[in-house]
């Protein structure tokens, strides 16, 4: 066998088994439960002020200043008015 047959055959048998692999049909997802339940509110609820703390050293100064602050409370995303103020 030459060197240029070898190659044939290799490339040939590569796309064969890229071919077998790419018509497999994908596994879908159980249609009964589309997406895992949520935890409990409670676990994604944090103190106010914690909360405020940690969204001032999420970003720099230059990004942060002055930012407003949008709380997780039991009701939804609340903004109420706060400003960070790091100066």
């Not at 159980?30 to 339940?37: G, L």
């Not at 999420?58 to 039991?74: C, G, K, M």
């Amino acid at each position: 066998m030459t060197r240029n047959q070898i190659h044939s055959i290799l490339l040939s048998t590569f796309a064969f088994v890229v071919a077998l692999i790419a018509s497999r049909p994908a596994a879908a997802q159980d249609a009964k439960e589309p997406h895992p339940s949520m935890a409990p509110l409670e676990q994604y609820l944090m103190d106010r002020d914690a909360e405020i703390a940690l969204a001032r050293i999420a970003a720099p100064d230059a990004i942060s200043h002055d930012a407003s602050v949008i709380v997780l409370t039991r009701h939804g995303y609340a903004r109420r008015g706060l400003r960070i103020a790091t100066r």
